[in-house]
């Protein structure tokens, strides 16, 4: 059976104070006191700007233990220039560097928006993009449905490049739950259930939603049957709001 990992996407939400973090802890002292709780954590600051190696290196003095994910800058996914996203890439992979050298970076992550198809202009920048950054652990999330075949899974397992496992509410433009190991780490995103402002105008009231422990239990089951062929599962709640994804995260624990 594999190792399984559990951790939240981001960890400094001042929000979490009182829910998680005691009052009176300063935020330069979070990543520390979360890695007192957790494996892991998954990164996003990164998706916003680009990431240093110096700050990547501090990072990783203040928790030593702690195994990174690192979810690649928004140039890379959501706002691609044909003419500079490879220069973007190197510099990316140059401060992911930092953290696979030190042997804690479990993966890069490559969120893609709903806009992001399967077409033959994606699947060549997809293609592109992963030979660039091939030297480090990659993980794909692909929020298109039209992502969700054999093709897709067979081109990722051939790369070694992990297939996000997502969790999120089921409708039309969504892609479906599939639980499925392309390489040794599985990866698992859980973002909620809060399908009324899924589509709305403010993407943070999204991850508003506190999974019950029916629903735990069935995730639960998904993430050993996602064990039973990787070497690793990690695991990150995305419902961060009011710190429901560190309540989720420890019970979740619990019924692991």
Known sequence: MATILLGTSGYSYPEWVGP???TGLKSEEY???YA??????ELNFSYYRMPQSTQLAYMHQQAPTLLFSLKAHQSLTH???PASYKSSAALFAQAAETLATEGVLLAVLLQFPPSFTYTVEHRCYLDSLLKILSHLPLAVELRSPSWSNKQTLDGLRARFVSFVSVDLPQGANLPPLIDVT???LAYVRLHG???DAWWGSSNNMRYDY???DAELTAIS???SFLSESAERVVVYFNNHHRGQAVMNAQRLRELL
Not at 36 to 41: K, L, W
């Open 182 to 184: 392309t390489a040794p």
């Open 193 to 195: 259930r809060n399908k």
């Open 221 to 223: 089951q998904r993430i």
């Open 210 to 212: 506190l999974y019950s």
């Open 36 to 41: 007192q709780h957790f494996e892991t954590v």
């Open 20 to 22: 998680f973090y005691p």
């Open 31 to 33: 990543l520390a006191y």
């Open 79 to 81: 706002q691609i220039d």
